[in-house]
Each structure stands twice: as structure tokens, then as C-alpha cells.
């Protein structure tokens, strides 16, 4: 069994604030906190889930005053004792009230121990504790809602749905072996073929949205689009804020797509960089343009470059054209431009011809000045705080852990398969069935056991 000692951590960051807040937890944190803590009542007598004012006490020296938060074992977040103390003061009083309660036998928590402790308690399974690490790192408050996702069990519920499903037919397969007067096998094949195909299927699902060594954080999928020229990839720099895109005077040098992530304000943009949409003979170029027409598709919103310097062409109209049902922001860009020593600060033919295509967002800008850009982020949040603009709703694979239990499932369902077309008898194909099982299992901290199995088993199958 599992016994722990009592820690504390600071809840809030150590830098300037205007409460601090630190956690104690653990089975003397009750009886810790209530040697420093004076209030109406003693925190042991207060009922759980409450909160009571006081002052925090250094011998006869009120440290600071103090509102504390009990929570009693089991329901909290760690399982174990709990309790909250909020300080009115900054670092200072937050570090003195640490080093008071580390005088008293409070150990500082390692990092992430609070959430290794609910892991252990079997308040959250391994993939809800990897998916609250990556809460408290989360960058942007997107991937925190991927994280967010993780955490309510969305992986977890794919994981556990996909190996019921090979468990069931392991199942079937063990329960006709032991029983062939009442299970019969004849079919069984294409049965099994079908089921783990599917199996397959989502496992490719899960697994094309990892990327090794990295936390993946999709964000609003933002195509870019215009005809060469129009200032795309200097666009793109500029809401990144680096030079990462190759930008180039040659008409038509982006020859793929490109994908970088911009944070607007808490809202991740997946910004996807097209290679000028035209008709094309040029082969290589071809590959690009229709990699475009597909990002299009795939877009949450699309982001239609025209230069402003100039008149709307044939192109600019094709690609126009292709863009109806997507959700559009159109910038007029190089507003910068002087013609005839004039300042293109509208175009107002260019914003007619869009108006007219159901354009209902045009923007100036200028990607090489910024002009415009600003604006542009204004939009954008707008637009997500207006529900205008979602993300889609998939579950992400943010660990490499993950992954490679994701390939060693898929490689032992490939075996399946192979052995499925190959005619081997059902008892072989058990052993890769289970391999695969075994492997989902580690995702959510489950090995396999073989009483475990053995009892699942029989409810499948030998209780009908
Ligand atoms: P893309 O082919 O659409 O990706 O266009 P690029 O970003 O490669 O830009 C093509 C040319 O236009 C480059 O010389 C850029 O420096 C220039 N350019 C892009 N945006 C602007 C702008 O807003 N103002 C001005 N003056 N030049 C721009």
C-alpha cells in the first residue's frame, strides 16, 4: 500500500502577486496547518470543503492574515488531507509561511507530486496525470484545452473502447477453442478481419496526430492564400515575428505548403502557408498548387491575400472562386506602397469585387510595415470569442510515451492481419490480439493481469 509523508508547494508563481496560494497535503496537514494558523475555529474542526478567515502565526508573530480551505481525504484532488492557504501578502510572506510549515516536518513537494499522489490514490489513471503535467505547462491556453481534453478522459475513453473490442474477440476466439458445441469459429475470420480493421483504423487516427519529441498543439488551421507575389510568406513572418518562410522575389518559389504556429492573444493559429494558387504546367509547382487546394478544404479559416498596389486579376478571382462556404478574412495587402505618390490606403474596386463574392471581413494591411496587423489579431480573437471561428474536435496524442504504445499495438494488429490472410489457426492469432491489448493498456497505467483478463473473460463470454 501506498503511504505517503505530508508536502507543500506553492499553488501560485513565486514572482509578484497579489495573494499567493500554498498547498499542503497529506496526513498531517491538518494537524501542521492548525499549530500555525489562528482563526475562530481550528482548522480539524472545521467541516471539509470549507473555508475560515484568520492569521498565520509565527510563534506570537501574525505572519499574515490568511483565509485556509479544508478538504478531508479521499475527495480531494490528491486523496489524501488538504488544505489551501491563501496569503494576502507576495513572496515574502508566501516564503516565510513555506519555511514555517517546513520547520514543522512539511517536506516541499517535488514538481508534479501533487498529481503523482492522485495518480496513486487512483483518483486519475496515467494519461489524465500526464494530461494535467501538461496543463501546467501549457503555453497557450489552446493547448491547454487539448490537455483539458486528456484529462476528461477522451484518450482514455478511445483506449479503453478499442481494447474491448480486441478483448472480445480474444475472447470469443479462447471461449470457442474451450467450447466448440457452442461457438463456432466458421466466418469467424471475416468477422475478426473487419473488427480489426477498424481497430486499425482509429489507431492510424490516433497516431497521425503525434510528432515525436514534441507536445503537438493544433490549433485554428489558417490557410493562406493569393496568387504569387501577393506577400503570403512575408505575411506569414510577420505574424510569427521571425524569419522562417523563404521569401523571395521569383513568382511561384513556394513550392509546398508550410506550417507554423502563431500565438494570437491565447489563440493558437496553425498557419499554413500555400504555394501560390495558379494554373501551372511546372510539375513540381503542380504537387503545390493542389496541396493548396486541399489546405483549403481542411481549413478552419482562410486568410485571402490580393495586393492592394494593384487590380484584382484573373487569378486573384480563380482563387476567390474556390473559397465559397470556407470562413474568409481578406487583406488587401502592400497598402504601404506609394503609386504616383499617393499612399494605397484603400482600394475600394478590389473591396466592391470581394463585398460581392460574400467577403464579409476585408482588412488593409501591410506585411511590411505591420499596418493592418493588429487589426488582424483583433479579428481573429473576435471572431473565436464569437464562436465564429472553432477549433475542430479531435483528440490529440501530445506523448511519445503514447505513441510508441500506439506502434506496438498497430504492429501487433498487422500481425493479426497477416495471420488472418495466412490461414493460422485462431489460438496463434490470440497471442498477437492480446500483445496489442497489453500494449493500449500501458497508455492508461493498465497491464495486462492475468486474473484480470481471466475475469473479463468470463463476462464476455462464459456467462451468457
Ligand atoms: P508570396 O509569393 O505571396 O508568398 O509573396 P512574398 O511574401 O514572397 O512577397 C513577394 C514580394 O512582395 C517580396 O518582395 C516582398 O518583400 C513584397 N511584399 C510582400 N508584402 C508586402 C507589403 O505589404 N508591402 C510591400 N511594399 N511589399 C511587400
Redesign the pocket.
Known sequence: MYKSDTICAVATGLGKSAIGIIRVSGPEAISICDGIFVGKKSISEMETFTAAFGRIMDGDTVVDEAIVLVMKGKHTYTTEDTVEIDLHGGSYVVRRVLELLINKGVRLAEPGEFTKRAFLGGRIDMTEAEAVMDVINAETERSLGTSMKQLSGKLREEVVSLREKILYNTAYIESALDDPENYSLDGFGEKLRADIDEVLMRINKLLSTSEEGRVIREGIKTA?V????????????YLLGENR?????V????RDTLEEYADIGGILLKLI?TA?IRDTSDVVEKIGVDKAKETIEDADLVLL?L???QEMRDEDRDILNSLEGRKVIALI?????NIEGTEVSENKELEKELSGKGIDHILY?????G?GVEELKDLVKEMFLNQELDYNDQIFITRSRHKSCLIRAKDSLDKVMEGIDAGVGEDFLTIDLMDAYEALGEIIGEALEDDLANKIFEEFCMGK
Open positions: 493562406i493569393g496568387r504569387p507575389n501577393v506577400g503570403k510568406s512575408s505575411m506569414l513572418n518562410a523563404i521569401v523571395t522575389e513568382e511561384g518559389t513556394t502557408d501560390g491575400l495586393d492592394g498596389s495587402n502592400k497598402i504601404d506602397i494591411t501591410s506585411a511590411k510595415t499596418q
